[in-house]
């Protein structure tokens, strides 16, 4: 019986493949880290100096020294950024969620044509438009619109007279309020609680949520018009947005009391061709879900 013959062994990996994958490990953590480290200590975390910049030149890297095969470690590396950058900010899944689709989206982007073209000039066209957003929040100036305004609309009573006796009583949250579908799959933290009284003007209304508080208080008062202003804001949200006031009006409709709320707020986060929809479409909602707790 022919006794079987055992497979060769593999080739072993040339000693210059393996220096040139060090070597290049050994770049994009210094970037990786020395980008994170340079937003940190100038306080440009929140800017897209983070956001875009550091992953958009991790990308750029590897694209030009890897070629098509680097796609796998782009990605690897952009989550320990990600990971290491929500450890630096303090921030939670929901925060790394909302981020991952910017930070992957314009790596990926990054990376396809520094690959495609690692070996002409052309791929540096990349380079001044790349520096124009990532400079977005880190020099005076740079910011675009960072001022927005939240606006949510209700039926809250039956008639005004009856809502606007409540509101005087005191804002008071009901537990069970229809937080709506966005708040709830992230579980967007929403008021749970309210003290204060009282419709004029510095009267304090103060909101009690799960991880601080807020505390308002009342700056005009204009027949169905009621102007606040904030006095103190714990809450983690400010990383965010920091909410300056608003406005709360009501009247009385066919279909009932009928109550608008706006809140005005500066959006802290860059760039905001990304976080001005997504801060906006939160805020919009946590407006909706404090109207629907005043039912």
Known sequence: MTTPVPPPDPPARPQSSRGRTLALSAVVAAVGLGGVGIAALTDRLDTALLFVGVPCLLAFVIGRIRGNGGWGQVFQVLTVVLLLAAALLQEGAICVFL?????????????????????????????????????????????IHPDQQAVAERVVADRCTAFEAALARG???????????????????????????????????????????????????????????????????????????????????SDGCR???????????????????VTGAFMDAGAAAFLAGLD
């Open 99 to 143: 981020t991952a689709p910017l930070v992957y989206g314009v790596a990926g982007l990054v990376y396809a044509v520094a690959a495609h073209e690692r070996r002409r000039a052309g791929s540096l066209v990349l380079v001044p438009v790349v520096a124009m957003v990532m400079v977005e929040g880190v020099l005076p100036g740079t910011r």
């Open 171 to 253: 804002p008071r949250i009901d537990a069970a309020e229809d937080r709506g579908a966005l708040l709830s799959v992230f579980r967007y933290p929403t008021p749970t609680a309210a003290t204060g009284a009282g419709l004029e003007p510095g009267d304090h209304w103060t909101l009690t949520l799960a991880d601080g508080r807020v505390r308002t208080h009342v700056t005009a008062r204009e027949g169905s018009t009621l102007r606040f202003a904030l006095d103190e804001d714990t809450t983690k949200l400010k990383k965010w947005a920091a909410v300056r006031g608003g406005t709360l009006t009501w009247r009385d409709g």
């Open 259 to 277: 109550a608008t709320l706006t809140v005005d707020y500066e959006r802290r986060l860059d760039p905001a061709f990304w976080f001005g929809p």
